[in-house]
């Protein structure tokens, strides 16, 4: 069974500052898509970034990058220039293409962004 | 841009009732989810439905629920007899081919008494 893991319950940056949150997961299927999904105190979940595990290259969206390396199976997302509203949890969270539909996610990791 | 919209946004109900859960997936999308998130826990999921039938449900997923798409655009979770368990935020999401992005609703909160 695929599994996510997110090591670090929570974090802390500062405005302005560079954050990197951190992702594994564990699978054998070599197509899959990998998911960061953010979820503020609303507890909406957002889609902040996908990545797509045939694309050697990494995906980014404006302030918010990952770095993808297959072979380690980790897949963290790098928040530049952090903001205030950055604050929220994160979830990692993996969708294999084909066999099962359902998306895995990760605990989450609770992003605090100080002044 | 086309969203997901679930209804209502807050239920609270007694342990033993049935209480309806309505999506509004996204109007071209074909794969519909249930996931639920007890507060302070990971996302969970509980069932896929594609083409009008159930293509995939976890083992939290038992008799007590239930999914229905009953017209052609809302897609409903009903829980038959709550348990105080069953308190949770309920996600409904949606995706229009396995090669996109599921795309979720803001959610219902559940509080079962």
């Known amino acids: 069974a695929q599994t996510v893991t997110q090591s670090q319950p929570e974090m802390s940056v500062q405005e302005a500052e560079t954050v990197t949150l951190s992702c594994t997961y564990d699978?054998?299927?070599?197509?899959?898509?990998l998911f960061w999904y953010k979820q503020p105190p609303s507890r909406q979940m957002i889609l902040v970034i996908r990545?797509?595990?045939?694309?050697?290259q990494n995906a980014t969206e404006n302030r918010f990058s990952v770095n993808f390396q297959k072979a380690a199976k980790s897949f963290s997302l790098k928040i530049s220039d952090s903001q205030l509203g950055d604050a929220a949890m994160y979830f990692c969270?993996?969708?294999?293409?084909?066999?099962?539909?359902?998306?895995?996610f990760g605990k989450g990791m609770k992003l605090t962004v100080n002044p | 841009e086309p969203e997901v919209t679930q209804t209502p946004s807050h239920q609270v109900t007694q342990m033993g009732q049935e209480v309806i859960l309505r999506c509004v997936p996204i109007?071209?999308?074909?794969?519909f989810y249930w996931y639920r998130q007890i507060l302070g826990q990971k996302v969970e999921f509980l069932v896929s439905?594609?083409?009008?039938?159930?293509?995939?449900k976890s083992e939290i997923f038992d008799d007590q629920f239930s999914v229905e798409r009953p017209d052609g655009s809302n897609f409903t979770l009903k829980i038959r007899s709550t348990k105080l368990e069953d308190s949770a935020m309920y996600f409904c999401?949606?995706?229009?081919?396995?090669?996109?992005?599921?795309?979720f609703g803001p959610g219902t909160r559940l509080l079962v008494l």
């Open positions: 999401a949606s995706l229009q081919g396995l090669y996109e992005t599921q795309y």
């Open positions: 439905f594609y083409n009008n039938e159930i293509s995939e």
């Open positions: 969270a993996y969708f294999p293409q084909g066999g099962s539909e359902k998306l895995v």
């Open positions: 109007s071209n999308h074909l794969y």
């Open positions: 699978t054998s299927e070599s197509d899959y898509y």
């Open positions: 990545q797509e595990a045939y694309k050697q």
